[in-house]
């Protein structure tokens, strides 16, 4: 036995070892996955070197597994798929992580080398489907490389703008033996502070309405601190979004979200971080048409064509927020009338959802749901939306306090991620309270993984708001042509039942008096829980666009 471990790094092992050599060297400590022959060597690797091997029951869920790891910790998920078809289930999965900008190295299996091109089983090209959806995709062909090229990758889909990457194995190149080591995890590079900070900062100075709304990019580049900074230098309403919820405390008194609306269009000079110009935005028509708009990310991003900002701030965004800040001097009681004004807007806004909160209406409002759980849920308690009206619901009015608690698919808005995500969640934070809201329709594609949960004791408590629809389809399908089709579902599913069959807690409620303890009990009992609340297919979600 070689007792150091650099004469360890020097003897040849088999491919499988040089992979996991990879992860351990960045800290990886689970691997998503599901079986497949391909992939052996690599389970091998991971018992040898202490990695959690976590299997799932669709590839996909391994995929979100790997990004709901990493969204909660902002460190790299790893996920490990079959060759062929393992990995084209992973796709829909892969693609919401390029969306989102979120950490996530996806390992294939792959057909053997040597046989390529005879017909091998699952013998496909990975690479041509995968690399729209990537910063990186390559076929690792030498033994020699295995260590190298797995920690490339992950250091690939960590630098800003992070994203997902990918890498596959030939059968043949992975089962057998070779020498190669990782080298050094280069660390997180918050990148330079961007040109352009006196053209900004005389902006910013000169604003009477100034507003700021950062989403995704502000969270995975640790910009919280500062941006909390900045707008408390500025009084300047921060408006937050995607994976920048909780990056200022939705208790903080420059932390605002009904007034969204109200506030963007009546700044005069907006700030807008680490988001793209997208639909979320109103392809840039959510700022007023004379707001002048400062737009600041750790990359150029295609979209501000869609609105064409006055000072494009291009480079690190913790950095470029502090030098910000110093050129632009601030006095936060300049702005103080504006921040009532703002104030008034969010109040009368909160107001009226009111009832909604207080409906003891059965089957239950949705919004009545939300008003349940915030009696139950801890500060730091992670939430996961997945769903169509339901999780619109949450969205607006559960309150997120920290950074990387709050998750939903993204932009790419494929159901199903919230099961794999809110797993992934969970391992990363086993003290957390994890709770899944999930949509009766979005139940469907992976509420399998609550077998997943209960089979390997991971406690997520998982909500369901059943109204027997695909709502979110529903009702503007109704509204367009007067019916509906293809948006049914059976009404009052015992969705519980099936997650009792699987080994979780599992509870009916049917009327608003029974969520409470139902919850509780949920919460309480330590184990992955399904509550299935009935919920009125009669409401529809408030929404103005529904596609664009
Ligand atoms: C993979 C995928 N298929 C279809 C859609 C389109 N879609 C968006 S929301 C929605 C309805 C969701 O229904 P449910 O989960 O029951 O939530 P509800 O709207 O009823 O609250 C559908 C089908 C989608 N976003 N993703
Ligand atoms: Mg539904």
């Not at 921060?238 to 269009?265: I, T, Y």
Request: net charge negative; glycine share 12%; aromatic share 6%.
């Amino acid at each position: 036995m070689m007792s150091t471990t650099a004469s360890a790094e020097s003897t040849a092992v088999h491919g499988g070892h040089l992979v996991t050599r990879a992860l351990r060297s960045r800290g990886v400590e689970n691997l998503f996955t599901l079986s497949g022959g391909h992939l052996f060597s690599i389970y091998d690797g991971c018992k040898d070197a202490g990695i959690r091997i976590v299997d799932v029951r669709h590839e996909q869920a391994a995929v979100w597994a790997a990004e709901g790891y990493a969204k909660a910790t902002r460190r790299p998920g790893v996920a490990a798929l079959t060759a062929g078809p393992g990995v084209s289930n992973g796709v829909s999965a892969i693609a919401g992580a390029f969306y989102n900008r979120s950490p996530v190295t996806v390992l294939g299996g792959r057909a053997p080398e040597m046989r390529w091109g005879s017909g091998s089983l699952q013998e496909v090209d990975h690479l041509p489907f995968v690399s729209p959806l990537v910063k990186s995709a390559a076929t690792v062909k030498e033994t020699s490389q295995i260590a190298s090229a797995t920690a490339a990758a992950i250091d690939a889909s960590l630098t800003q703008p992070s994203g997902p990457a990918f890498l596959d194995f030939p059968l043949d190149v992975v089962f057998m033996e070779g020498v190669d080591n990782p080298g050094a995890d280069p660390g997180f590079d918050p990148g330079p502070v961007a040109n352009g900070i006196e053209e900004a900062a005389a902006l910013l100075r000169g604003a009477e309405r100034p507003a700021i709304m950062a989403g995704t990019g502000l969270y995975w580049a640790r910009g919280e601190d500062e941006l909390r900074a900045l707008a408390e230098a500025l009084g300047a309403p921060v408006f937050l979004n995607g994976m920048g919820r909780g990056c200022l405390p939705a208790d903080h008194e420059l932390c605002f979200s009904r007034a969204r609306g109200h506030a963007l269009k009546g700044a005069d000079v907006a700030l807008a971080i680490g988001l793209p110009l997208d639909f979320r935005l109103g392809f840039g028509g959510s700022f007023g048409e004379d707001t002048k708009l400062i737009w600041l990310d750790v990359a150029r991003n295609e979209l501000t064509r869609n609105r064409k900002p006055q000072v494009e701030l291009v480079g690190g965004i913790g950095s470029t927020l502090a030098a910000l800040r110093e050129a632009s001097g601030g006095d936060p009681s300049r702005t103080a009338a504006w921040i009532a004004d703002v104030r008034d807007a969010e109040t009368l806004k909160r107001e009226a959802e009111q009832a909604e909160l207080d409906d003891q209406r059965s089957p239950l409002h949705p919004m009545r749901v939300y008003k349940g759980l915030a009696d139950l849920l801890d500060r730091d308690a992670i939430v996961i939306g997945d769903g169509g009206d339901f999780v619109s619901y949450a969205g607006k009015v559960v309150a997120t306090y920290e950074p990387g608690t709050w998750m939903d698919p993204g932009p790419y808005g494929c159901l199903g991620a919230g099961p794999g995500q809110a797993i992934g969640a969970k391992l990363a934070h086993p003290d957390r309270q994890v709770c899944l809201l999930l949509g009766d329709g979005a139940f469907g594609f992976s509420g399998l993984e609550f077998d997943t949960m209960a089979r390997l004791g991971i406690p997520v408590v998982g909500v369901i708001g059943n109204n027997g629809i695909w709502g979110l389809e529903h009702h503007p399908m109704k509204f367009l042509y007067g019916y509906s089709v293809a948006a049914e579902l059976a009404p009052e599913t015992r969705y519980d039942k099936v997650a009792e069959a699987l080994g979780c807690h599992a509870e009916l409620v049917r009327e608003p008096d029974e969520l409470q303890p139902a919850l509780e009990r949920a919460f309480e009992s330590g184990r992955p829980a399904l509550v299935n609340v009935l919920t009125d297919p009669e409401v529809a979600y408030p929404r103005k666009a529904n596609l664009a």
